[in-house]
């Protein structure tokens, strides 16, 4: 048994009003608040940020097509060197809503299409997989990012030209000794 959404959550709607007569629309554009955990760990649209939403309501014959656009900024800190990250997002978001006992309701899984809770509809799951999806899964601050030196971790663009260090093999540690000892006695 499903649950009806919230009717004052931001990113649920009340299709009440477009009726069932297929090619009803309505437009929604407005800027509401995002979600908790929008986004993946490390980089994601801050819960709260402000989401843009431009999105057509429309009826068709078995549901609610919802089309459209929606954009927000995700933030985070770069794959290589860990310096902030802030990138805006804009992807295409369309997606069929079905109403309550429709024959795609009955041709479908429960989980291949999202569907209507009475008039109400929830954008919220569509939204999060538009965007999750339009991220990176390994965010850079820049295409060429050096990241950071790995023996010492400052980033390499913080770093002088010919930065290195010496490393020396643990297995010639001891023939190291001998050759610094005889180097002392001369």
Do not use: N
């Not at 477009?18 to 994601?44: I, K």
């Amino acid at each position: 048994m499903t649950t009806v959404p919230d009717p004052t959550a931001p990113l649920v709607f009340d299709t009440a009003e477009l009726g069932r007569t297929s090619g009803s629309t309505t437009h929604v554009a407005l800027e509401v608040p995002a979600p908790a955990d929008l986004g993946l760990p490390g980089y994601a649209v801050p819960a709260g940020a402000p989401l843009a939403l431009d999105f057509d309501l429309t009826s068709v014959s078995e549901g609610v097509l919802v089309s459209g656009e929606v954009a927000g900024v995700a933030e985070g800190e770069c794959a290589r060197c860990l310096a902030p990250v802030q990138d805006a997002l804009s992807v295409r978001v369309q997606e069929l809503y079905a109403y309550e006992g429709s024959v795609t309701e009955a041709t479908t899984e429960a989980d291949e299409i999202l569907r209507l809770q009475g008039d109400m509809l929830d954008l919220e799951p569509a939204v999060r997989d538009a965007l999750v999806l339009a991220m990176p899964v390994t965010p850079l601050c820049r295409p060429d990012c050096p990241g950071l030196c790995a023996d010492c971790g400052v980033p390499w663009d913080e770093l002088p030209a010919g930065h290195g260090h010496e490393t020396v093999d643990p297995r010639w540690a001891g023939l190291d000794k001998l050759r610094l000892a005889d180097g002392e006695s001369k």
